[in-house]
Nanobody
Framework: QVQLVESGGGLVQAGGSLRLSCAAS????????MGWFRQVPGKEREFVAT????????EYADSVKGRFTISRDNAKNMVYLEMNSLKPEDTAVYYC?????????????????WGQGTQVTVSS
């Protein structure tokens, strides 16, 4: 049974930082591209970042470029999202996802497995 479990969310002031973690089990993480998405109530889940299976290539949404960094540790089956210079508009539930592909998927329907999400709230 595949499980993706996010952690590290919380409340932070604008300009602050958070590091999200995603623990993967039931799959060989090194066979999957991993991504982070986020969603606010009433809006569609949107792409944030993705990283290829070997960690060599990444893609980011324009809204987070230069502030967020995605990384992975395949030995630990872990994926991370380092978030700096946080803004109130970054407030959302953040989801970890896994896609069985060698590419850098940015669409929701390219991902096969999803976590339950972790809340990030940025106060102004």
């Amino acid at each position: 049974q595949v499980q993706l479990v996010e952690s590290g969310g919380g409340l932070v002031q604008a300009g602050g930082s958070l590091r999200l973690s995603c623990a993967a089990s039931g799959l060989t993480a090194s066979s999957y591209a991993m991504g982070w998405f986020r969603q606010v109530p009433g809006k569609e889940r949107e792409f944030v970042a993705t990283i290829t299976w070997n960690g060599r290539n990444t893609e980011y949404a324009d809204s987070v470029k230069g502030r967020f960094t995605i990384s992975r540790d395949n030995a630990k089956n872990m994926v991370y999202l380092e978030m700096n210079s946080l803004k109130p508009e970054d407030t959302a539930v953040y989801y970890c996802a896994a896609a069985y592909t060698a590419l850098r998927p940015m669409a929701r329907n390219e991902y096969h497995y999803w976590g339950q999400g972790t809340q990030v709230t940025v106060s102004s």
